[in-house]
T-cell receptor, first 115, second 112 residues
Framework: GAVVSQHPSWVICKSGTSVKIECRSLDFQATTMFWYRQFPKQSLMLMATSNEGSKATYEQGVEKDKFLINHASLTLSTLTVTSAHPEDSSFYIC???????????FGPGTRLLVL | QKEVEQNSGPLSVPEGAIASLNCTYSDRGSQSFFWYRQYSGKSPELIMFIYSNGDKEDGRFTAQLNKASQYVSLLIRDSQPSDSATYLC????????????FGSGTQLTVLP
């Protein structure tokens, strides 16, 4: 299957700081990537759809000014959590669609802890 | 009614048995169906996808799709303790939609 990477895998930050998470498709070009959040023992929650060269589409209830998404190239999307607070602590997972199979492949996830 | 429904479990089966995971969906326009496995603390991993009615086999895994009944299932033969995970059913509606709608997942435990 296709390979998607995320960086960093773990991040601990102080409340009020901003954190950037990178998502890369390593062996294919992805015009569309997705960002999910998952709290412990809960299901995946789609936050936004990231489209290369255009603005991201956010799901209802997700603040676009707090979760900034940039998809500047066909292999890289970034999610910036601005002014992070403890309630933003979660497991953030990106995925990318393989253009040949129309299937979604997930990155390994980034665990964010805001103190 | 949720768009994609799964029994949350937990489902326990003995090692070597067949584990049967079920999923129903509400949108008749759904065209693509996916099963992901998620180990605790890890991200989801694609196991199989199925587009056509009937069975699709890949090793110990068989996906079954019945569009008339709006039902998709995953069978795991010769279950192993390493199969213990949460299994997510995901559905993609046809047309231009590219995002998946996920079920809440079924937690499977294979007992040695």
């Amino acid at each position: 299957g296709a390979v998607v990477s995320q960086h960093p895998s773990w991040v601990i930050c102080k409340s009020g700081t901003s954190v950037k998470i990178e998502c890369r498709s390593l062996d294919f070009q992805a015009t569309t990537m997705f960002w999910y959040r998952q709290f412990p023992k809960q299901s995946l929650m789609l936050m936004a759809t990231s489209n290369e060269g255009s603005k991201a589409t956010y799901e209802q209830g997700v603040e676009k000014d707090k979760f900034l998404i940039n998809h500047a190239s066909l292999t890289l999307s970034t999610l910036t959590v601005t002014s992070a607070h403890p309630e933003d602590s979660s497991f953030y997972i990106c995925s990318a669609i393989s253009p040949t199979q129309e299937t979604q492949y997930f990155g390994p996830g980034t665990r964010l802890l805001v103190l | 009614q949720k768009e994609v429904e799964q029994n949350s479990g937990p489902l326990s089966v003995p090692e070597g048995a067949i584990a049967s995971l079920n999923c129903t969906y509400s949108d008749r326009g759904s065209q693509s169906f996916f099963w992901y496995r998620q180990y605790s603390g890890k991200s989801p991993e694609l196991i199989m996808f199925i587009y056509s009615n009937g069975d699709k086999e890949d090793g110990r895994f068989t996906a079954q799709l019945n569009k008339a009944s709006q039902y998709v299932s995953l069978l795991i033969r010769d279950s192993q303790p390493s199969d213990s995970a949460t299994y997510l059913c995901a559905v993609k509606v046809g047309g231009s939609a590219r995002q998946l709608t996920f079920g809440s997942g079924t937690q499977l435990t294979v007992l040695p």
